[in-house]
């Protein structure tokens, strides 16, 4: 395995969209940022200096940093923020990961404008498990806003609102044809006439689900998560916020350019705009202008398209799944309730006298002073958090839409739950009808989990577990958790450190939709956290 370094200078740049021009936080000048591109089983090392003007941290999406959670990145959990005019070099570990992944901000929502592909190819003996690919594609789906991400979330948060709708959306960084400024580009990809592209699809929009296609051709759907999954061809996929796609799509149409497409999927009761965002993939030595063809995305609330597309995902890999052999042989079962809800709002900006909030077994999760794993690496938890998060939701979710309890407000708190090394671990999680009830792309840190089951209605804990998937269910790091529905995914709890999770939907985590696993130490200096790193960030006012 190989050594590799990155240097990435973060700081102001402007860029011209929707006819503004709009200052954006990014890496290296450049929207989205760069591309670490390396192989299975490599140790990236990347410098990050701010230049910017207030503090920040980056995460290595679904990296998962084996012992090694100084690096992973979430701010307040595992780090304090790297301050204007300061660096920190993140140790990014890799292991079992293959094909593509990304890293982005972890603060507030600097994540809109702080992001790129981190793309993982086989290691220098191993091929892919399918004909290789002529050629490979980053396709990033983002939100765009004209102005800072940072503002957007720090006013509606004081004056608990809903953060305003983002004003289109593009594919990596082009928000195409449809929105009528003569300034905004569109998003090209050339292709060769019978040659095979891996597209390496990455949703780092803030709030939105997406589906994405591409006119007259088939999409072959070959990893999510960086996992491989067994093959299967769709004309549309369905990609939450946290999750990565790749994707063979062979190029034997008519020479021509065709549209691809996305817009997002949604069927909660405050669904975000419904905007189609173009790209155009085109065929070297065409001729004319691009092919009429209406782009066949399904609707903006078509569960079923969803669902039936999230249901064809299966692992490639059947045999070395040891937790999942025995249905009943885990060691705990977390059942999590995820709900909208709110919390009174009595200070001066507030424009009403309640704010949106949000919450996992009704605790709003509030970040704290000092980082989670400092004060537990420690052991110096006084104040900073306590380790009693509920295992059972209250009694008063009703998962199917009892609307009475609408108003009801979260408790606010830092509560993580604590796992024992090694631990055979199986959390439920369960949308609710609470606030606007849609569905949530719930995203764990340190781990890819297999989800085993997922369905409708109120989980049962006697008649569900029996239709699991315990043969070759995917291994994923962020789940699709439906609309009135659930999902209970399972891993082995082998990587001690403290791993946020929380709903993917930006809007959601910052209202408290997050929780704090802490997974102990085993016996061994092999299966304990590793030291900190040199140069760890200081905590404000510490
Ligand atoms: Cu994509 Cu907690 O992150
Ligand atoms: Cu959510």
Same mark, same amino acid.
Request: aromatic fraction near 12%; proline fraction near 7%.
């Given at each position: 395995?190989?050594v590799?370094h990155?240097?990435?200078?973060?700081r102001e740049s402007n860029?011209?969209k929707l006819?503004?021009?709009?200052?954006? !936080?990014?890496?290296?000048?450049s929207y989205?940022?760069p591309?670490i591109?390396?192989?299975?089983?490599?140790t990236? #090392?990347?410098?990050?200096?701010?230049?910017g003007?207030?503090?920040?941290?980056?995460?290595?999406?679904g990296?998962k940093?084996?012992?090694n959670p100084?690096?992973d990145?979430?701010e307040?959990?595992?780090?304090?923020?790297?301050?204007?005019?300061?660096?920190? *070099?993140y140790?990014?570990?890799?292991s079992? &990961?293959?094909?593509?992944?990304?890293?982005?901000?972890?603060?507030?929502w600097t994540?809109g404008?702080?992001?790129g592909?981190?793309?993982i190819?086989?290691?220098?003996?191993?091929?892919?498990?399918?004909?290789?690919?002529?050629?490979?594609?980053?396709?990033?789906?983002?939100?765009?806003?004209?102005?800072?991400?940072?503002q957007?979330?720090?006013?509606?948060?004081?004056?608990?609102?809903?953060?305003?709708?983002?004003d289109?959306y593009?594919?990596?960084?082009h928000?195409?044809?449809?929105y009528g400024?003569?300034n905004?580009?569109?998003?090209?990809?050339?292709v060769?006439? &019978?040659k095979?592209?891996?597209?390496r699809?990455?949703?780092?929009?803030?709030?939105? &689900?997406?589906?994405f296609?591409?006119?007259?051709?088939?999409?072959t759907?070959?990893a999510?998560?960086?996992?491989y999954?067994?093959?299967f061809?769709?004309?549309?996929?369905?990609?939450?916020p946290?999750?990565?796609?790749?994707?063979l799509v062979?190029?034997?149409?008519n020479i021509g350019?065709?549209?691809?497409?996305?817009?997002?999927?949604?069927?909660?009761?405050?669904?975000p705009?419904?905007?189609?965002?173009t790209?155009?993939?085109?065929?070297?030595?065409?001729?004319?202008?691009?092919n009429?063809?209406l782009?066949t995305?399904p609707?903006?609330?078509?569960?079923?398209?969803s669902?039936?597309?999230?249901?064809?995902?299966?692992?490639?890999n059947v045999?070395?799944?040891?937790?999942?052999k025995v249905?009943t042989?885990?060691?705990?079962?977390v059942y999590i309730?995820i709900a *909208?809800?709110?919390? @009174?709002?009595? *200070?001066?900006?507030?424009l009403?006298?309640?704010?949106?909030?949000?919450?996992?077994?009704?605790?709003?999760?509030?970040f @704290?002073?000092i980082?989670? !794993?400092?004060? #537990?690496?420690n052991?110096?938890?006084n104040?900073?958090?306590?380790?009693?998060f509920?295992?059972?939701?209250?009694?008063?979710?009703?998962?199917?839409?009892?609307?009475?309890?609408?108003?009801?407000?979260?408790? &606010?708190?830092?509560?993580?739950?604590?796992?024992? #090394?090694?631990?055979a671990?199986?959390?439920?999680?369960?949308?609710?009808?609470?606030g606007?009830?849609?569905?949530?792309?719930?995203?764990l840190?340190g781990?890819?989990?297999?989800?085993?089951?997922?369905?409708?209605?109120n989980?049962?804990n006697v008649?569900d577990?029996?239709?699991?998937?315990?043969v070759? @269910?995917?291994?994923i790091n962020?789940?699709?958790v439906?609309r009135?529905g659930?999902?209970?995914?399972?891993?082995?709890?082998?990587n001690p450190?403290v791993?946020?999770m929380?709903c993917?939907?930006e809007r959601h985590?910052?209202?408290?939709?997050?929780t704090?696993?802490?997974?102990r130490?085993g016996?061994t200096?092999?299966?304990?956290?590793l030291p900190p790193?040199?140069g760890m960030p200081?905590?404000?006012?510490?």
């Open positions: 395995a190989d590799h990155y240097e990435f200078f973060v860029f011209t006819c503004n021009t709009t200052t954006l !936080l990014v890496v290296n000048d989205p940022g591309e591109r390396v192989h299975r089983g490599d990236v #090392y990347v410098n990050v200096h701010n230049q003007d207030y503090g920040f941290t980056i995460h290595w999406h990296v940093q084996p012992r100084w690096s990145g979430p307040f959990v595992t780090q304090c923020p790297i301050q204007p005019g300061t660096n920190f *070099t140790e990014v570990i890799l079992d &990961e293959i094909g593509t992944l990304w890293w982005h901000a972890h603060s507030d994540r404008s702080v992001q592909a981190f793309v190819l086989p290691a220098e003996n191993e091929t892919y498990p399918f004909p290789t690919p002529d050629a490979d594609q980053t396709i990033i789906l983002q939100s765009w806003y004209n102005g800072d991400y940072k957007i979330i720090d006013e509606a948060l004081a004056t608990g609102t809903s953060p305003r709708q983002p289109a593009a594919i990596s960084g928000l195409g044809d449809t400024c003569p905004d580009t569109i998003f090209r990809m050339q060769d006439y &019978e095979t592209y891996l597209l699809i990455i949703n780092a929009a803030m709030n939105e &689900e997406k589906f296609a591409i006119v007259n051709h088939n999409l759907v070959v999510q998560d960086a996992s999954v067994q093959r061809t769709s004309d549309y996929l369905l990609i939450s946290g999750q990565t796609m790749d994707v062979y190029a034997n149409q350019q065709y549209y691809m497409a996305t817009r997002p999927f949604s069927d909660s009761a405050a669904p705009i419904d905007n189609i965002t790209g155009v993939f085109y065929y070297t030595n065409s001729v004319g202008g691009l009429a063809s782009i995305l609707a903006i609330n078509d569960a079923n398209a669902n039936n597309f999230v249901s064809q995902i299966r692992n490639a045999t070395q799944n040891p937790p999942l249905p042989d885990i060691d705990r079962r309730a *909208t809800n709110n919390l @009174p709002c009595n *200070t001066s900006e507030c009403n006298s309640v704010r949106f909030a949000a919450s996992l077994n009704n605790v709003s999760f509030l @704290p002073r980082d989670i !794993l400092q004060a #537990y690496y052991r110096s938890t104040g900073v958090f306590t380790e009693d509920p295992l059972e939701p209250p009694v008063f979710y009703d998962f199917t839409g009892n609307l009475t309890v609408l108003g009801r407000a979260a408790d &606010e708190g830092t509560r993580a739950v604590v796992l024992n #090394y090694g631990e671990v199986e959390i439920v999680l369960q949308a609710t009808e609470l606007a009830g849609g569905s949530h792309p719930i995203h840190h781990f890819s989990f297999y989800r085993v089951g997922t369905g409708f209605g989980f049962n008649t577990p029996s239709s699991y998937n315990l070759d @269910p995917p291994l962020t789940v699709h439906p009135r659930w999902a209970a995914v399972r891993f082995f709890a082998n450190g791993w946020f929380h993917h939907f985590s910052s209202w408290g939709m997050d704090v696993f802490i997974v130490n016996t200096a092999e299966t304990s956290i790193p040199p200081r905590c404000p006012g510490t």
